[in-house]
């Protein structure tokens, strides 16, 4: 999403009062693109993918890394190149783009940390096979062109958080002193964040109407010298600049917590989103429903966020604090107090609502507390929105929208999506359904949205384009992945755990197959298509508990031991050997899925059990949870060298990561227990970074 215009920014007792007519306008703009676009055909098969980056700076003299806030000069640099590059001028950082004939230039946008930046492909992929072999090499060519126009000791990586976060002295010149009047965080300045106005105002909203600091807990991981209880120790109970200084006395940080107060902790973070066109809205409502349950699958098996703010965490995921650092529930929509309704999630949470007219999902499937607006939602159906959906977005209309600008009050646009978008767009769900935009001729898309970032550019292409094999499976055979919404949230809680993949189980369903006879062979064709006049011959339902189990994540994607569930790996194998692939294709795409494959069976180390493995190894680490700047330079240094490592070879295909090992051979002589470090094949070596 491109930067909103200028203007001015509501402060949140202002903003209050306007919010009921935002929702009202937004609803009219929604009603709008569903009456123009509802019946919108054929729309390519496109796809895209985003790469969110932490800008770091490093160099072997210096003994600290530190986080870059650099992030509107480099994309200053950037785009002014680009305009060059369009131009028809040379530019040597962008040559290798402009090289290639129908090759685009990359995008870059800016996020909200002012030291990230986020990277999308110049145009979306389409829907040949062969084009999924060039998403890896654009991936390397956007981390070049990022690294051609930073510093040269500052790096584009893709880790999900910076291990030391809130640690102080952790950015570059200048100095920027904690506390400041928009987060009034202990720990981080104002500065942390993109100072264009929307994001100070975001950050500083969500505190006012909450009431009090966001408190972004995440439990200490345990290990033989944790102190017990511990107590964080980088926690200040004594300062008294601002009222929210209050929250850590009264109980806000409590024992066997990394305690972190504020949006930058959370919004922080790097993932990677997948959108997909669909074409037309019933397959984009087909696509968003079957895609639900695989996002917290995907977000265990992606996972990649061991440590905050300076400490080994005892979980590996960053999903929980995001959503925690963008909560602005007040109380009474906590439950703590009365008001008109107690609101389950934060803002930014797993989705709540099945969305498709397919036949096969079942009332029980929904969750029966859902909370939604019901004057919004005859307001909706009244415009000729079906029951569904218009609960659907009557969910994501029961938030207020956070950053007004006084400007977009005047007068209501119906030829844009502005105010629709503010709510839309500050619901942080697993899955987005995305309708058409105002602007142009794009079709109905659904974003995947739960995957954490990669440390290579091969492992975030091949969880990309295994995502897009998944989604071209679930259309072709039809697939079924429905469990009850609820057995979703409670997945993405079982996603948390460390080393969840090998360690959880999490619900699935049994049988993925169609019980309703699928298009490839059926006499209706197309016209059996979810929300068709004509029945299904869906088999009579048995209970919605015998429909899943739990399973593994390595039954999930590799299939189960006794061959009752076939695995998606399996599955998507099948798909393409349904379909024409010529067999080079065939052979780069095995590589992706053998990494898919070997993760979810433990034969590979998920990201945060590498980066565990890493710090435990390393001769600095005391056993008690601390990882203190050595540890913090030598594992950006392996991060960064793995980076230059790939950019200049084909990359890593066979695991993903090299072993940590490599990284950590020059420690062993002179580590007492080195002994424990696991000893790494000689042919790993020989090609070592
Ligand atoms: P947001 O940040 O709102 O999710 P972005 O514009 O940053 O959106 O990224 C969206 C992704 O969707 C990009 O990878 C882009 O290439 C891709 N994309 C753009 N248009 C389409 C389309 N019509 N269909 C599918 N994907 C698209
Ligand atoms: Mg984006
Ligand atoms: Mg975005
Ligand atoms: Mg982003
Ligand atoms: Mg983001
Ligand atoms: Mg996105």
Redesign the pocket.
């Known amino acids: ?2 930067l909103l215009a200028l203007g001015t920014p509501l402060e949140w007792p202002e903003a209050k009062k306007r919010a009921d007519q935002v929702r009202e306008w937004g609803i009219k703009q929604l009603l709008e693109i569903w009456n123009k676009a509802k019946g919108k055909e054929r ?2 098969l ?5 790469v969110e980056y932490l800008v770091v700076t490093y160099s072997k003299s210096n003994e600290r890394v530190l986080l870059s806030l650099r992030q509107a000069e480099i994309l200053k640099a950037l785009a002014a190149d680009q305009e060059l590059a369009k131009a028809g001028g040379c530019v040597p950082a962008l040559q290798d783009t402009t090289s290639s004939e129908n090759h685009s230039l990359p ?1 870059f ?1 800016p996020e909200f940390g002012r030291f990230m930046l ?1 990277a ?6 389409g829907i040949g096979f062969r084009e999924l072999l060039d998403v890896e090499p654009d991936m390397k060519l956007r981390r070049k062109i990022a690294k051609d126009h930073m510093r040269d000791d500052e790096y584009p990586i893709t880790l999900t958080t910076f291990p030391q976060i809130g640690i102080p002295g952790q950015f570059t010149e200048p100095f920027y002193p904690v506390s400041g009047p928009r987060l009034r965080s202990q720990f981080v300045p104002d500065e942390i964040a993109n100072p264009h106005i929307r994001f100070p105002t975001l950050a500083a909203n969500i505190r006012s109407r909450r009431g009090r600091k966001v408190q972004v807990n995440v439990p200490i991981f345990r290990d033989v010298k944790t102190p017990n209880p511990w107590k964080d120790p980088t926690v200040n109970y004594d300062l008294h600049d601002w009222p929210e200084d209050d929250d850590v006395r009264n109980g806000a940080a409590p024992d066997n917590f990394i305690h972190m107060d504020a949006m930058a902790f959370g919004m922080g973070s790097c993932c990677l ?5 669909a074409k037309n809205i019933d397959e984009g409502r087909q696509l968003y429903d079957q895609l639900s349950p695989l996002g917290p699958i995907m977000l265990a098996l992606t996972a990649a966020t061991p440590v905050y703010k300076g400490f080994l965490a005892g979980t590996d995921v960053r999903w929980n604090q995001i959503s925690r650092a963008v909560d602005c529930r007040t109380r009474e929509e906590l439950g703590e107090e009365n008001n008109r309704w107690r609101i389950p999630k934060s803002r930014y949470a797993s989705n709540s609502t099945y969305i498709s007219n397919d036949s096969r999902l079942r009332q029980e499937y929904m969750d029966p507390n859902l909370v939604y607006d019901p004057e919004i939602k005859t307001k909706l159906m009244d415009g000729g929105m079906d029951d569904r959906l218009a609960t659907h977005f009557a969910h994501l209309f029961i938030r207020d929208p956070i950053v007004i600008f006084e400007e977009d009050l005047q007068e209501l646009d119906l030829t844009k999506t502005d105010h629709f978008e503010n709510i839309q ?1 500050t619901n942080w769900q697993h899955m ?1 359904f ?1 309708p058409p935009p105002a602007e142009n001729n ?2 109905w ?1 659904v ?1 995947f ?1 739960s995957m954490e970032i990669q440390v290579t550019d091969f492992e975030n292409a091949a969880f990309s384009v295994f995502m897009v094999l998944v989604t071209r499976a679930i259309l072709s055979f039809d697939l079924n992945f429905y469990v009850p919404i609820k057995k979703v949230d409670e997945n993405m809680e079982r996603a948390h755990q460390v080393d969840a993949t090998l360690n959880e189980k999490f619900f699935f369903r049994k049988n993925p197959f169609p019980l309703r006879p699928s298009r490839a062979n059926t006499a209706f064709g197309d016209d059996s298509r979810p929300g068709s006049a004509i029945p299904s011959r869906a088999a009579s339902p048995g209970a919605v508990e015998d429909e899943y189990e739990e399973m593994t994540i390595n039954d999930i994607i590799n299939g189960s031991q006794d061959g009752t569930f076939p695995g998606l790996v399996p599955i998507v194998e099948s798909y393409l050997d349904s379909v024409n692939v010529d067999v080079e294709t065939r052979c780069e795409l095995a590589t992706y899925l053998s990494l898919i494959s070997k993760r979810a069976s433990g034969e590979l180390d998920t990201t945060a059990r590498w980066i565990r493995n890493f710090i435990n190894a390393h001769p600095a680490y005391a056993q008690d949870s601390v990882v203190g700047d050595e540890i913090t330079k030598d594992l950006i240094e392996a991060v960064v060298t793995i980076g230059e490592r790939e950019a200049s070879s084909k990359g890593f295909a066979d695991t993903g990561i090299p072993g940590v090992e490599k990284f950590l051979g020059k420690f062993r002589s002179g580590r007492a227990d080195a002994a424990e470090v696991p000893q790494q094949p000689a042919a790993a070596l020989e090609n070592g970074v």
């Open positions: 999403m491109g729309d390519a496109l796809w895209g993918d985003e995008v946008h986020e999308t492909p110049g145009k979306p992929w989103q997948i959108t997909f066109q767009s987005r995305k794009i079709g898309r974003e949205r």
